[in-house]
T-cell receptor, first 111, second 115 residues
Framework: GQQVMQIPQYQHVQEGEDFTTYCNSS?????IQWYKQRPGGHPVFLIQ?????EVKKQKRLTFQFGEAKKNSSLHITATQTTDVGTYFC???????????FGAGTTVTVRA | GAGVSQSPSNKVTEKGKDVELRCDPI?????LYWYRQRLGQGLEFLIY????????KSGLPSDRFSAERTGESVSTLTIQRTQQEDSAVYLC?????????????FGEGSWLTVV
C-alpha cells in the first residue's frame, strides 16, 4: 500500500534560523496536504498542493510539490517560537479518499 | 456544528472493558474518518464512511474495533475488551465528500488510557 515517509523526525532549531522538512511517497500522489499539530492539540490543515512542481507560500512557510508528484517539502524561514509543533504531510493517490499521513516532523525552538 | 465534536475528551478505562467514542462531524460533511494517534507517533487510518456507501474498514487493527455511523451524522467507534496497547488519542475528521482533494477537519480527539 501507499507509504508516506517524513524526515527528519525531530528538528531542534535556533530561533531565527531556517529549516526544511521533507516528505516522500512510495507512489505518485494526486495531491499532498500539510497539517500542523500543536502540542496537545489536533492536526490543523495548512495547505494543499496539486500540480507538479507547484510552490506555495504562507508568510514564512514555503511548500513545494515535486515534479514527479512523489515528494514534497516545507521550508520555514526565520523560525519563531510559534512554529513549535509537529508538521505532517498527507498524500492521496488518484481516486483515493484515504489520506496517508507521514510520521511527522516535531519542531522545537530554542530562544 | 461549527467544528467536529468528539466525546469524551478523556477516558480512563480498565483493561478488558469496552469503550465507546463518539464523533459529531461538521454539518453537511458526508465523509467521516477515524484515525488513531499513539503518543509521539503519526496518524493511523482506521475507518472511513462516505454517505450511504459501505464503510472502508481496512484500517481497523482487530475485530475488537468496530464503528457505526447514523446516516450522514454521528459516528461511534467501539473498542471491545480494551488492551493497554489501545491507549492513544482517537481522532475523528470530516470533509465535504471523500474525493481526492478535499480538506479534512479534525476534532479535538478522545484521549483513551487503558490501565
Amino acid at each position: 500500500g501507499q507509504q508516506v515517509m517524513q524526515i527528519p523526525q525531530y528538528q531542534h532549531v535556533q530561533e531565527g534560523e531556517d529549516f526544511t522538512t521533507y516528505c516522500n511517497s512510495s507512489t505518485t500522489l494526486s495531491n499532498i496536504q500539510w497539517y500542523k499539530q500543536r502540542p496537545g492539540g489536533h492536526p490543523v490543515f495548512l495547505i494543499q498542493l496539486v500540480k507538479s512542481g507547484e510552490v506555495k507560500k504562507q508568510k514564512r512557510l514555503t511548500f513545494q510539490f515535486g515534479e514527479a508528484k512523489k515528494n514534497s517539502s516545507l521550508h520555514i524561514t526565520a523560525t519563531q517560537t510559534t512554529d513549535v509543533g509537529t508538521y505532517f504531510c498527507a498524500g492521496r493517490s488518484s481516486n483515493d479518499y484515504k489520506l496517508s499521513f507521514g510520521a511527522g516532523t516535531t519542531v522545537t525552538v530554542r530562544a | 456544528g461549527a467544528g467536529v465534536s468528539q466525546s469524551p475528551s478523556n477516558k480512563v478505562t480498565e483493561k478488558g472493558k469496552d469503550v465507546e467514542l463518539r464523533c459529531d462531524p461538521i454539518s453537511g460533511h458526508t465523509a467521516l474518518y477515524w484515525y488513531r494517534q499513539r503518543l509521539g507517533q503519526g496518524l493511523e487510518f482506521l475507518i472511513y464512511f462516505q454517505g450511504n456507501s459501505a464503510p472502508d474498514k481496512s484500517g481497523l487493527p482487530s475485530d475488537r474495533f468496530s464503528a457505526e455511523r447514523t446516516g450522514e451524522s454521528v459516528s461511534t467507534l467501539t473498542i471491545q475488551r480494551t488492551q493497554q496497547e489501545d491507549s492513544a488519542v482517537y481522532l475523528c475528521a470530516s470533509s465535504l465528500r471523500g474525493s481526492s482533494g478535499n480538506t479534512i477537519y479534525f476534532g479535538e480527539g478522545s484521549w483513551l488510557t487503558v490501565v
